[in-house]
């Protein structure tokens, strides 16, 4: 027996998150009924966390155990026999027992993106429309104050039962290329609809809604009304996990 680490991407707009849930289709049981298919036994994966319901990931990890009939650089291509188009196994590599996918991660790094426009384009679905002209400086001053390690409960959907809502954020970098204003967070730890809420709040200060200085206050008021509104899932990926 052995540990295999897998990287996926998956567009996730046809699924009910990573997780496996009872209310439908999950990446989690498309990837375990591929892994049936070529270990003909029944796999469970484990992953560096989940995605929720319409969220992408270019850079989700799983591991799971198996015996060793299939060489590990034939995995990938192995499985995305089996995996529907929107689900790919990007690479596989044999690690210790001791790599957890979820507890060995460090940090991860998510985007979130917005078709800045007065009209939305089909062609970009992978980004959430926004038609109010945003100021990407007056975003970027917002964004100083979400960095460091901070009582996020004001980025936290409400009803979740978290209870420790203290996360460190190392950096939120904000890019443009045309029309398209990307939003990168890198963290320890997200709570759920974090980095949604925190697009969403960056969304109103660069539309004039907030003033950059508040998000300080936003953030000490530790509460969720006082922040922007949560962004639609379709604009938020997975980008990397971090294990060192």
């Known amino acids: ?72 650089k034939k995995i990938p291509i192995a499985l995305n026999t089996f995996l529907p188009y929107d689900i790919s196994v990007i690479s596989a590599k044999k690690v210790n027992s001791d790599f957890n996918a979820r507890f060995s991660a460090k940090k991860k790094t998510y985007v979130y993106k917005i078709y800045n426009s007065p009209v939305r384009n089909p062609l970009l679905p992978f980004c959430a429309h926004y038609p109010i002209k945003l100021d990407i400086t007056l975003m970027k001053k917002a964004a100083r104050f979400i960095e460091g390690e901070h009582d996020f409960k004001c980025f936290m959907a409400s009803g979740s039962p ?67 509104k949560t962004m639609p899932p379709e604009g938020l990926c997975l980008v990397k996990v971090f294990y060192k």
């Open 1 to 72: 027996m052995g540990r295999i680490k897998l990287i996926l991407s998956y567009d996730g707009r046809n699924y009910c998150g990573f997780q496996r849930q009872k209310n439908g289709i999950s990446v989690q049981e498309k990837l375990e009924d591929a892994l049936k298919e070529i270990y003909c036994s029944d796999i469970t994966v484990t992953a560096s966390g989940r995605t929720d319901a319409g969220v992408s990931a270019a850079g989700q990890v799983v591991h799971f155990d198996c015996d060793d009939r299939i060489e590990v």
């Open 162 to 228: 978290v209870k420790d809502t203290v996360r460190t954020v190392y950096s939120v970098d904000i890019k443009k290329s045309g029309s398209v204003v990307s939003v990168f967070v890198t963290g320890n730890g997200f709570l759920y609809n974090m980095v949604r809420i925190i697009a969403g709040t960056l969304v109103y200060a660069g539309s004039g809604k907030i003033a950059p200085e508040s998000v300080k206050d936003i953030i000490l008021s530790k509460d969720r009304k006082n922040a922007g």
